[in-house]
């Protein structure tokens, strides 16, 4: 076994630093030409803005901002994290990730038990009839819930792996499969962690976010990297390039659809361009059925997203 260090037992995360940590992470990606404030002498002490100008550009005094960037959001009102958020030029995730973080909404004391995660039935009847088309559900955590026949042929058969690792971080961080599965591994791995940070900005007290966030920390010195950025990032549509072991390069196009009955649960959907090459490797994948998403067909000594953790 590897000598690695044990993850820390599961704390949560503190509301407070991880306000101050993203007010100042987002000001340092700013310069004062950026928001049109002129540029006086050429040695900055801090990257970015400094405290007084974005306090300027907010119109809140220095000491307000000061207090507020430290991480006392106490009784900070909308108008004036709306002023901040132009100021800073944040888009609509960050916007609602600061006002989580500043503005928590209000919990009973006693904190009731996470309850299981259940995919509808109707739900699981939708995913069994997209034949062709490679779906999945998502809970809390990017935890992977449900998925189809054509899911588990692209990206490998998640009902070999116990149900406490089916989670996309843990794949992508921690499956060395799934850095030959995706072509722009980087992104995808930003993409994994901007989505973490935004669901933590809403769950901060749930253990098991923490016990992953330690878990990746300890083994993943990338998820340690993408994880002080402190980027924030909405689940949305967009392509990804997929590297497969029987169908070759595949160009897939995926949606991201929310649920109206659980915020957390999230539909995912992949399809190719009509008369592509990579429908024409959609089609092989359909073809073969289940043999196509068998642990070993992805598997390099034993690494394959079925048996590699």
Same mark, same amino acid.
Request: glycine share 8%.
């Given at each position: 076994?590897?000598?690695?260090?044990?993850? *820390?037992?599961?704390?949560? !995360?503190?509301?407070?630093?991880?306000?101050?940590?993203?007010?100042?992470?987002?000001?340092?990606?700013?310069?004062?030409?950026?928001?049109?404030?002129?540029?006086?002498?050429?040695?900055?002490?801090?990257?970015?803005?400094?405290?007084?100008?974005?306090?300027?550009? +907010?119109?809140?005094?220095?000491?307000?901002?000061? &207090?507020?960037?430290?991480? @006392? /959001?106490?009784?900070?009102?909308?108008?004036?994290?709306? *002023?901040?958020?132009?100021?800073?030029? $944040?888009?609509?995730?960050?916007? +609602?990730?600061?006002?989580?973080? %500043?503005?928590? #909404?209000?919990?009973?004391?006693?904190?009731?038990?996470?309850?299981?995660? &259940? =995919?509808?039935?109707?739900?699981?009847?939708?995913?069994?009839?997209?034949?062709?088309?490679? #779906?999945?559900?998502?809970? %809390? &955590?990017?935890?992977?819930?449900?998925?189809?026949?054509? *899911?588990?042929?692209?990206?490998?058969?998640?009902?070999? !792996?116990?149900?406490?690792?089916?989670?996309?971080?843990? $794949?992508?961080?921690?499956?060395?499969?799934?850095?030959?599965?995706?072509?722009?591994?980087?992104?995808?791995?930003?993409?994994?962690?901007?989505?973490? &940070? !935004?669901?933590?900005?809403?769950?901060?007290?749930?253990?098991?976010?923490?016990?992953?966030?330690?878990?990746?920390?300890?083994?993943?010195?990338?998820?340690?990297? $993408?994880? +002080?950025?402190? @980027?924030?990032?909405?689940?949305?549509?967009?392509?990804?390039?997929?590297?497969?072991?029987?169908?070759?390069? !595949?160009? $897939?196009?995926?949606?991201?659809? @929310?649920?109206?009955?659980?915020?957390?649960?999230?539909? =995912?959907?992949?399809?190719?361009?009509? /008369?592509?090459?990579?429908?024409?490797?959609?089609?092989?994948? *359909?073809?073969?059925?289940?043999? #196509?998403?068998?642990?070993?067909?992805?598997?390099?000594?034993?690494?394959?997203?079925?048996?590699?953790?």
């Amino acid at each position: 076994m590897d000598d690695q260090p044990e993850a *820390a037992s599961p704390e949560p !995360l503190d509301r407070r630093a991880e306000l101050s940590e993203f007010l100042r992470t987002r000001r340092a990606k700013l310069q004062p030409q950026d928001v049109g404030l002129p540029e006086f002498g050429r040695h900055r002490r801090v990257p970015g803005l400094r405290r007084e100008e974005l306090a300027q550009l +907010a119109g809140v005094s220095v000491a307000y901002y000061t &207090r507020l960037e430290q991480g @006392n /959001g106490r009784n900070v009102s909308a108008e004036v994290l709306d *002023a901040i958020a132009r100021a800073l030029r $944040l888009t609509d995730a960050e916007h +609602a990730h600061l006002t989580h973080l %500043a503005r928590p #909404a209000r919990h009973k004391k006693k904190r009731r038990p996470a309850r299981a995660q &259940r =995919v509808r039935t109707g739900l699981l009847y939708l995913l069994e009839s997209m034949e062709g088309v490679p #779906a999945y559900v998502t809970g %809390a &955590r990017s935890d992977i819930l449900a998925w189809n026949p054509m *899911a588990a042929a692209v990206f490998g058969d998640w009902g070999a !792996l116990p149900p406490g690792e089916r989670n996309w971080a843990r $794949l992508v961080f921690l499956s060395p499969a799934y850095r030959d599965l995706f072509v722009n591994w980087d992104s995808k791995a930003s993409d994994m962690v901007s989505y973490l &940070r !935004l669901y933590a900005g809403c769950h901060p007290d749930d253990p098991e976010l923490s016990a992953l966030v330690g878990e990746l920390s300890v083994k993943s010195e990338e998820f340690r990297r $993408l994880w +002080a950025t402190h @980027n924030v990032k909405e689940k949305g549509h967009g392509t990804k390039l997929v590297r497969h072991p029987l169908a070759g390069d !595949l160009t $897939l196009s995926y949606e991201t659809l @929310n649920l109206p009955d659980d915020e957390e649960q999230h539909l =995912v959907t992949y399809h190719a361009e009509p /008369g592509s090459a990579s429908a024409e490797g959609l089609r092989l994948l *359909a073809s073969w059925g289940a043999d #196509a998403g068998r642990g070993d067909l992805f598997d390099d000594a034993g690494r394959g997203p079925a048996g590699g953790r």
